[in-house]
């Protein structure tokens, strides 16, 4: 079973920057799609940025420009790097890798408070 670790999440100021973190237990095939995912209170869990293992990214309009997705295919590990934070950020941010194959994996979650 594969558990993924996350990290980096905490509180911020309007325009301040966080790193989120989240490694894998093991190694995970490398023909995987890793992601990011957040969710506000009241509101639907929602995509905020993928790479596949080809490096191509994805962003909703909301975060384009203002977050980076990356991937360290060694350390089995993907970023989310946030600049530009908004109050509206604030959620509690999930990674997830989907292995091709099968296999779907979600943290636990950490949180992102933005403060105005």
């Known amino acids: 079973q594969v558990q993924l670790v996350e990290s980096g999440g905490g509180l911020v100021q309007a325009g301040g920057s966080l790193r989120l973190s989240c490694a894998a237990t093991?190694?995970?095939?490398?023909?995987?799609?890793m992601g990011w995912y957040r969710q506000a209170p009241g509101k639907q869990r929602e995509l905020v940025a993928h790479?596949?293992?080809?490096?191509?990214?994805n962003y909703p309009d909301s975060v384009k420009g203002r977050f980076t997705i990356s991937r360290d295919n060694a350390k089995n590990t993907v970023y989310l790097q946030m600049n530009s934070l908004k109050p509206e950020d604030t959620a509690v941010y999930y990674c997830r890798i989907q292995v091709a194959g099968g296999g779907d994996y979600w943290g636990q979650g950490t949180q992102v408070t933005v403060s105005s």
């Open positions: 790479i596949t293992s080809s490096g191509v990214t």
């Open positions: 093991r190694s995970i095939f490398r023909l995987n799609v």
